[in-house]
C-alpha cells in the first residue's frame, strides 16, 4: 500500500520528502564526447561514466533522491539478449525494494525502441521504469542529452507515470515503449510513436493525454524472474529484385523464427515463397511484417497464412516484432499462442 505524495512518487508507508530514484548507465550518445562542440554527429560514445553525466546535472537533486550506477558501457547496437536479460533481471531486483519509486536507464538511441519494449513486457512492477537516450553528446552545443535525462528523471519520479509501462523519454515527448521507435540518424526529433506520444513534459512537469491501449507490465504474460535463455530470431529485409538466398542462408543458422521485413502490406515477392515455405516445414516460425514503418499486416491477405503456417506482425516494427516473438517462444507456444501475442501487445 502506497502514500500519494503531490510532486513525489506513490512511496512506502513512511512518507518520504521526495520520491527515490536509480539511475542505470549503459553507454550511448548520453555517454558520449566530441573533439568540439560542433561535432553533433561525429563522436565518442559510450566514455562518461553516469556520474559523470549525473555530476553536470546538479538541478536533478531537487527532483529526487538519486542514486546511479553503470550496468554496461557500450553502444547500444552492441546489446543483446544477454544485455536484455541482465539489465531486466537487475531493474526488477531494484523495483522490488521499497525506497525505489521509479527507474532510468540511460541508453544509447540505436536500439532503445527494442529494450524499452524489452522492459515493457517483462517486468512486473508498476513503477515506472523510463528509458532515455540523447542525439547529440553532452559536448555538443545544444546538446539534448541533459534535458532529456532531467526531464526522464522528472516522470520517472512522478506518480503520473505510474500504470503505464516502461516509457521512453526525448525531446520533450513520452513515449509507450510499444510504439516508439528511432526514425531519424542526427535529428533531435528521432522518437515518433505511429499514433502520437502518451504525453510531454512542460516546464519540469510531465503531462500525460493517453494511455498505453495494449497489455503490459503486470498485465503481460512473461516475467524478466522466470527467463534465463532467448531464442535466436533473425530478420530478412525485403527490396525490389529480391531472391531467396538471404532467407536460405538463414535456414541453417539456428533461428527460431524469421521475420520477413516484407514490402508494402506485407507482400512476399515470388521467387521468395518456396524459400519460406521451406522454412516452416523446417520447423523456423515465419512472420510477415512489413519494412514500410506504418499500418499492420492482415492474416491471410497479401499471402495465405492459414495455408502457409505463417504468422503476421499486426502493426509492429520488424525490429521490435522479433522482441515479441523471442518472448512468445519462450515457454509452452503453438501458432496459434504465437499469432495471438502479437494481436494482443
Ligand atoms: C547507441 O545507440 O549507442 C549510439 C547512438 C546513440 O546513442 O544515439
Redesign the pocket.
Known sequence: MGILVPGAGVIGLTARPKAGVVLIGT????A?RGASPVNTSAYD??VLSIDDILADLPAAASIADISAEQLFQ????NFGSAQLLQLGKRISSLLKRDDVDGVVVT??????DETAYFLHLTLKSAKPVVVV???RPPSALSSDGPLNLYNAIVVAASPLAHGKGTLVVANDEIHTARDVVKTSTFKQEAFRSPYGPLGYIVEGKPVFYRLPARPHTVESEWSIDEIDVLPEIGIVYAHGGMNDSMVRAMLDSGVKALIYAATGNGNVATSVVASLVDARARGIHVVRGSRTGGGMVIRNAAQPDDHYDWLVTDDQVPHKARILMMLALTGEHNARTLQNAFLTY
Not at 27 to 30: D, V
Not at 74 to 77: H, L
Open positions: 553507454g550511448g550518445t548520453i558520449g560514445c559510450s557500450s553502444g547500444s547496437e541508453h544509447g538511441t540505436d536500439t532503445i537516450g540523447a542525439m
